[in-house]
């Protein structure tokens, strides 16, 4: 058991070594990620208003 607990740790730190020599990319990434996410939504939702708005089904 103990040697399955140890090996799942080695991995975990190699993983964070890697994250941590990538900088602030991976911040970057995500933060990019959901800003693309989000103009996405607010497009669609928009369109959604608009069909809603002329349908006269707009609550």
């Known amino acids: ?3 399955i607990s140890f090996a799942i740790g080695h991995f975990l730190e190699w993983t964070f070594k ?3 020599g990538m900088g602030w990319l991976p911040v970057i990434l995500v ?3 959901m800003f693309v996410g ?3 939504w607010l497009n669609l939702q928009g369109r959604y208003n608009r069909k ?5 089904t707009l609550a």
Not at 52 to 56: D, V
Request: aromatic share 12%; hydrophobic share 55%.
């Open 52 to 56: 809603a708005k002329a349908n006269n």
């Open 18 to 20: 890697i994250l941590t």
């Open 31 to 33: 933060t990019v990620i």
């Open 1 to 3: 058991m103990q040697q």
């Open 38 to 40: 989000l103009f996405y």
